[in-house]
């Protein structure tokens, strides 16, 4: 079974730009959460969604959105982007709603200059 | 406010010695609390505890939760070079199944 996939890999953009990544989950899985791994904060949770709806959401301002389409594919932007913004964004799937077990993709490294 | 504290956050050793992590967890109905292992890539799962005093183990990995005291430790033995990562431990309270609360992680290096 194929693991989650994310892309892209890395993106370079300018401050005051917006990016759009993508994460399709395990096959089968219903549950995409995000998470924003910094040196100095290490992983935040970013929000959560199942069943196209945000269940959770992290402490991050509301340039950081999400959705999930109705094949389990999420999608993830942060507007306006900020030089902080720089981060390794991984997501992470889950079979079932409430299970604990989250299997992550490989990441994408977004650089803001 | 949930806090996973991981110690210590730094760990040297060499190939052949055991190694044992900690994980400590404040977490507003706690519900269950996991390990991965991240090289420079994403995190790969290792166990997950929900009950207190049952050990897993994979290999020359074990871990065990003790809800009591609020910790877990993740023991290594026979480390190898293949071992060096750094090791994180989440907890999940049952508001939030879908956000696990990370702790700062150690970062484990195996000399050969």
């Known amino acids: 079974k194929a693991g989650v996939t994310q892309t892209p890999r890395y993106l370079i953009k300018t401050r005051g730009q917006q990016v759009t990544l993508s994460c399709s989950p395990i096959s089968g899985h219903r549950s995409v959460s995000w998470y924003q791994q910094t040196p100095g904060q290490g992983l935040q949770f970013l929000f959560e969604y199942f069943s196209e709806t945000q269940r959770n959401k992290g402490n991050f301002p509301g340039r950081f959105s999400g959705r999930q389409f109705s094949n389990s594919r999420s999608e993830m932007n942060v507007s306006t982007l900020e030089l902080g913004d720089s981060a390794l964004y991984l997501c992470?799937?889950?079979?079932?709603?409430?299970?604990?077990?989250?299997?992550f993709g490989p990441g994408t490294r977004l650089t803001v200059t | 406010e949930d806090k996973v504290v991981q110690s210590p956050l730094s760990l040297v050793v060499h190939e052949g010695d055991t190694v044992t992590l900690n994980c400590s967890y404040e977490?507003?109905?706690?519900?269950?609390l996991l390990w991965y292992k991240q090289e420079k890539k994403a995190p790969t799962f290792l166990f997950m505890l929900?009950?207190?005093?049952i050990e897993k183990k994979s290999g020359r990995l074990s871990s065990i939760l003790d809800k009591k005291e609020l910790f877990s430790i993740l023991n290594i033995t026979a480390t190898q070079t293949g071992d060096s990562a750094v090791y994180l431990c989440a907890a999940v309270g049952s508001s939030n199944t879908g956000k696990l609360i990370f702790g700062q992680g150690t970062t484990l290096q195996v000399k050969p």
């Open positions: 929900t009950s207190s005093g």
């Open positions: 992470a799937s889950t079979p079932l709603l409430g299970g604990y077990e989250q299997y």
């Open positions: 977490v507003t109905n706690f519900r269950s």
